[in-house]
């Protein structure tokens, strides 16, 4: 069965220091999707970033960057030199090719960045 | 528009009474979703629309909650008789069919809708 297990409930960080999210799925296809989805105080879910199970290369996009390793099934998110309006949940998530590609989230990680 | 939009933002209602909720996905995109978030559950999958083929009902929790997409645009979730626990944010997101690309198609969601049951 797929899961996406993200331990960290709640993370807490002065401004500047960098963050690592985590990020462990679990699924039987071999070709699969990963993403990350940002929800701020208002609520709404935007999009990150998303990644296909055969391609490892990590990514960075600014101040963020992912470190995808199949070998441990885990899709980590880092945040260097945080600010207060990266303050957010975040959620990983996993959709499986030709499983109606729903997402299937995981729990979320709470950030909080304080100046 | 140019983002995923839904309404009501938010609604309160009686418990048993019946609710709509409204989602107008990105122009162009034939794939639509419904996602509910509560505390209790987390994200989880609803319902999947995709052009004419026949929906993903399977995420539906009871059969109280029913979905239509008309004219392959917008779509309106109904649920009947609402309990307490029916209690959450509903999202909507849309997306380019599936296999548009080599890759999976990126869901984007609407602001939701924050349905309160008394």
């Known amino acids: 069965a797929q899961k996406v297990t993200q331990a960290q409930t709640e993370i807490s960080v002065v401004e500047k220091e960098d963050v690592t999210l985590d990020c462990v799925y679990e699924t039987r296809d071999t070709t699969y999707y990963l993403f990350w989805y940002k929800q701020p105080p208002s609520g709404e879910l935007v999009f990150l970033i998303r990644r296909n199970s055969f391609d490892e290369q990590n990514e960075i996009s600014g101040r963020y960057s992912w470190n995808f390793q199949k070998s441990t099934s885990s899709f980590n998110f880092t945040i260097t030199a945080s600010q207060v309006v990266d303050s957010a949940v975040y959620f990983c998530?996993?959709?499986?090719?030709?499983?109606?590609?729903?997402?299937?989230f995981g729990t979320g990680t709470r950030l909080q960045v304080f100046p | 528009g140019a983002g995923v939009s839904q309404s009501p933002s938010n609604k309160v209602t009686e418990k048993g009474k019946d609710v709509e909720l409204r989602c107008d996905p990105i122009s162009g995109h034939t794939a639509l979703y419904w996602y509910r978030q509560s505390l209790g559950q987390g994200l989880e999958f609803l319902i999947y629309f995709q052009g004419n083929s026949a929906p993903d009902k399977s995420g539906l929790p009871s059969d109280r909650f029913s979905a239509e997409r008309t004219g392959g645009s917008v779509s309106t979730l109904t649920i009947q008789r609402t309990q307490q626990e029916d209690s959450a944010v509903y999202l909507c997101a849309s997306s380019l069919p599936p296999g548009t690309s080599s890759l999976q198609e990126t869901q984007y969601f609407g602001p939701g809708t924050r349905l309160l049951v008394l």
């Open positions: 998530a996993l959709s499986e090719a030709g499983n109606t590609d729903k997402l299937i």
